[in-house]
């Protein structure tokens, strides 16, 4: 077996062994679920509803005219009880629907289409009809991602789950295998590519021979198994990993005839044509040494992470953990409350014992590099930290601050624990306040 791989990155720990054989499981409803009007890159929707009326689990609640939005709809069947501001995970308010749940769930009643009979005008109007974002966390509307303004020769399905912890996206490869091939297909067909890839680490060599097992007649797919390091499943470590193309700094993968999409959106794609199903849930990974029964769980969105802890045994013996993250250790979000919802792009809810937790102070850059040697993008966080903490965010921008995508190796690496992702995060903060 060839394994392919791409430049610099590190070897983390997996610490996937809490769930990576732990098949998805669904959770008891929460009394009210929170549905934000805003959870993907682009326009916000606005609310559909208003405070009193009844809706069904896939009713649409909230749209926007604009072509980069998606769509949000109910996942549950209830009443709307409110529309007004309510916690995000990425701290801030955003206007959202409360939706108190009915003690009666109807089955939702989805009709059932022949995808050969679909053409291209009507794949690309069912995935934007259903709402669907980029599911690894990046929430950008995948109805304009299918839509490039030049031609494409490759789809690459990222199934490479690179962050330690996270389990869901294996478990789909291997439970959902047909969904998700029939679904990277109907991305292939849409955007007309000569190839079809599944970019897989060896770490999941389940998932690996499940998708082998589904592909052996078909000539333009490819499984291509990875190396097992961090960020594998970052797009332009992908690309250049699995066809051996550099995407240019500050471009885009079509530019390099290339579309990357993750393994729960091409199963959203799958149901949205199949089905004409909206993506109202998810499934999502509940992990780390601070949770009581760590567990792959289906989720409606808008349910708090609070209540998905709860559903999923608690706290690892009663005890408050040090630390909760929405979405990968790496790249996600430290939370302080947990009224939060799950949105389309959450993978996971970690929850870190105090002992896990790296407690140190930050200190000056000592000039050891490393973050220069393991930076996958090519650049000089230090540079950039060092810059941004005075306040010089041109000079943080000059040395390449807009071109980092916050995979966080720089922090790992780092020994004076220099909060460089903050640092670059505060540089773009400041560039689009310009
Ligand atoms: S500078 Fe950005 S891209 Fe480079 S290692 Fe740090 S977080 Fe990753
Ligand atoms: S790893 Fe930390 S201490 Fe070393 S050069 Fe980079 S920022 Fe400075």
Redesign the pocket.
């Known amino acids: 077996m060839t394994v392919k791989s791409f430049d610099r990155g590190v070897f983390l720990p997996h610490y996937k062994e809490y769930t990576e054989n732990d098949p998805i499981t669904t959770i008891s409803l929460p009394s009210e679920v929170v549905i934000p009007l805003h959870q993907h890159i682009g326009a916000p929707c606005k609310a559909v509803v208003q405070v009193g009326d009844k809706v069904k689990t896939g009713q649409k609640i909230g749209e926007s005219d604009a072509f980069v939005s998606a769509s949000v709809f109910a996942s549950v069947d209830g009443t709307v009880v409110a529309i007004e501001p309510r916690p995000s995970f990425t701290g801030g308010k955003v206007e959202s629907v409360v939706i108190e749940v009915s003690p009666h769930q109807e089955d939702p009643q989805w009709s059932e289409r022949d995808l050969e009979q679909l053409n291209n005008d009507q794949i690309k109007q069912a995935i934007k009809d259903a709402g669907i974002v980029g599911m690894g966390g990046a929430a950008f509307p995948t109805h304009v991602k299918l839509s490039p303004p030049k031609p494409i020769d490759a789809v690459i399905i990222n199934a490479c789950e690179c962050e330690p912890f996270l389990t869901c996206d294996h478990r789909i490869l291997v439970e959902m295998t047909d969904e998700l091939v029939e679904g990277a297909k109907l991305i292939q067909k849409l955007i007309n590519a000569d190839k079809l890839y599944f970019g897989v680490e060896t770490n999941k060599p389940d998932a690996i021979e499940a998708l082998n097992s589904k592909l052996t007649a078909e000539e333009t797919i490819e499984v291509v198994p990875l190396d097992v390091k961090y960020?594998q499943g970052s797009e332009k470590q992908l690309i250049k990993a699995v066809l051996d193309r550099e995407v240019p700094p500050g471009k885009l993968p079509l530019e390099v005839g290339v579309v990357v999409q993750n393994v729960g959106t091409a199963v959203a794609v799958y149901e949205a044509c199949r089905y004409e199903k909206p993506l109202y849930e998810r499934v999502l990974t509940v992990t780390g040494d601070g949770a009581a029964k760590p567990a792959n769980v289906k989720v409606p969105i808008g349910t708090t992470i609070g209540h998905v802890i709860e559903q999923c045994g608690g706290f690892k013996d009663d005890k408050e953990p040090g630390k909760v993250v929405m979405g990968g250790p790496m790249t996600g979000f430290a939370q302080t409350r947990l009224d939060i919802p799950v949105v389309k792009g959450t993978s996971g809810i970690l929850l870190f014992s105090e002992e896990m937790l790296v407690k140190s102070e930050h200190r000056p850059c000592v000039r050891c590099s490393r973050?220069v040697v393991?930076?996958?993008?090519?650049?000089?966080?230090n540079s950039?930290s060092v810059n941004a903490e005075r306040g010089l965010y041109d000079q943080a921008v000059e040395w390449?601050?807009m071109?980092?995508?916050?995979?966080?190796?720089?922090?790992?690496?780092c020994p004076s624990n220099r909060p460089?992702?903050q640092l670059?995060r505060d540089t773009k903060k400041a560039q689009a306040a310009k």
């Open positions: 960020p973050c393991h930076c996958p993008m090519y650049l000089y966080p950039i390449g601050a071109d980092c995508f916050e995979c966080g190796i720089c922090v790992y690496v460089i992702v670059v």
